[in-house]
């Protein structure tokens, strides 16, 4: 389902955009409508889409034309011409009170700097949104306490930005945005003042926190590295005008024209590929409240396999057992598979493929991966990984 429609968006800056927008359907260049009528081409004839639930990163370097969209997006900047449609609506056309009601309900904006009310608490911060909304106090602290729960700041309510770390008070702003339960949720350039550690901090915990809430999330950024580690899909802007639509593994293997191969020539594509990508669905599985070692036994002959995971009711992994292993707990009369378990090695979803190189040649077995809710969705075998990661490029060796 799309949740947003960007068709056709033109940003002309200056004090005559019409003309603009005539030489810009003409099909002239950023640089040359520039050089003949002084007026700027912020966004050029954009379009995009973007479903429910997705991680959209919109990136480009500076003066790409990508804060711009993002602003267009909420209309804190209006566009020259186009539309934009959220749910259906194109908000281009909604008046000042229709605009206000859609951003409370369906918009929500993390910005660069932060902007958190210095003279305000966290949970005043928090609460800014819910304030203007008129919700009643005890409604507002029982919300800012979840969302600062959800972005790992429990008990910081109370404290004064200026008490925060750079990163504690980003995940103010992103509380601040969530506290609205947004359904799009806007993040321009949201990690690029934070350092390098924090950075990727952030980047790991909007990772975890998009699993749980399946927000539809546009995040604009300058850094491939960081897009293509975010991004479902990513939007590649130039000049105002988008040059590329695609997965992360399509903009480094399908470049649509020179300007992409050398945005990406230096990027590694095997960083890419995570546990997720390379996993393949278990053969078989046993649970540990149905099955006994006999039962185990025969799942892995029926599917040859030498070894086989074991899990829980709710899905999580418990262990695994080894074929030789459950041969003898039958031998030995045993009906319970707690006796012959043992620990199994497991990996996050999106732990990079080239990480997974040593602990393959730690095991003879293979690698268990599982979701933010310890739940068992795949394995890695040596042979699949081997194969994807071969593609592009060198093999490691194990």
């Known amino acids: 389902m799309k949740k947003l429609v960007v068709d056709s968006v033109t940003k002309i800056f200056g004090s005559n955009p019409q003309k603009g927008l005539k030489l810009v359907r003409e099909g002239l260049d950023k640089e040359t409508i520039f050089n003949e009528t002084g007026l700027g081409v912020g966004v050029n004839q954009a379009s995009f889409s973007a479903n429910e639930g997705e991680l959209l990163v919109i990136m480009g370097l500076s003066g790409s034309g990508k ?28 008046d000042g009170p229709e605009l206000r009601k859609l951003r409370q309900k369906k918009l929500g904006m993390v910005f660069q700097n932060f902007a958190l009310l210095p003279h305000k608490t966290i949970y005043e911060n928090v609460e800014f949104g819910l304030d203007l ?68 901090d952030m980047q790991d915990e909007l990772i975890k926190l998009q699993r749980r809430m399946h927000k539809t999330i546009i995040f604009i950024s300058h850094d491939l590295d960081e897009a293509l580690k975010l991004g479902d899909r990513i939007v590649l802007m130039k ?31 095997t960083k890419v590929l995570t546990a997720e990508n390379v996993m393949k669905k278990a053969e078989a599985v046993a649970y540990i409240s149905a099955d006994g070692p006999r039962a185990a036994l025969r799942k892995m002959r029926k599917n040859s396999i030498s070894s ?31 006796d012959i378990m043992k620990p199994a090695r497991s990996v996050s979803a999106n732990t ?47």
């Not at 804190?76 to 908000?91: A, E, F, K, N």
């Not at 919700?135 to 004064?160: C, F, H, P, T």
Request: hydrophobic share 45%; aromatic share 4%.
């Open 239 to 269: 000049d105002g005008e988008i040059v590329q639509i695609g997965t992360p593994e399509e903009i480094l293997t399908e470049p649509a024209n020179d300007y992409v191969k050398r945005f990406v020539e230096d990027v590694d594509a």
């Open 133 to 200: 909304m008129g919700e009643n106090a005890a409604k507002k602290r029982e919300i800012s306490e979840s969302m600062l729960a959800q972005v790992g700041l429990e008990g910081w309510g109370d404290s004064y930005p200026s008490q925060l770390s750079g990163g504690m008070q980003q995940r103010v702003g992103l509380a601040r945005a969530l506290a609205l339960d947004p359904d799009i949720l806007l993040m321009d350039e949201a990690f690029s003042a934070l350092d390098p550690l924090i950075r990727r």
């Open 67 to 94: 804060s711009t969209l993002v602003r267009c997006i909420n209309r804190l900047i209006d566009p020259t011409d186009g539309s934009i449609l959220v749910d259906g609506v194109d908000i281009t056309k909604l």
């Open 308 to 338: 086989i995971f074991v899990l829980g009711s709710d899905q999580a992994l418990r262990g695994i057992v080894h074929a030789s292993d459950a041969a003898k707990a039958v031998e030995a009369g045993s009906r319970k598979l707690e």
């Open 352 to 398: 990079p493929a080239l990480e997974l190189y040593p602990m393959m040649s730690e095991s003879e077995w293979p690698l268990a991966v599982i979701d933010d809710q310890d739940e068992f969705i795949g394995v890695v075998v040596s042979g699949n990984l081997i194969a994807a990661v071969a593609e592009y490029g060198p093999e490691p060796s194990i």
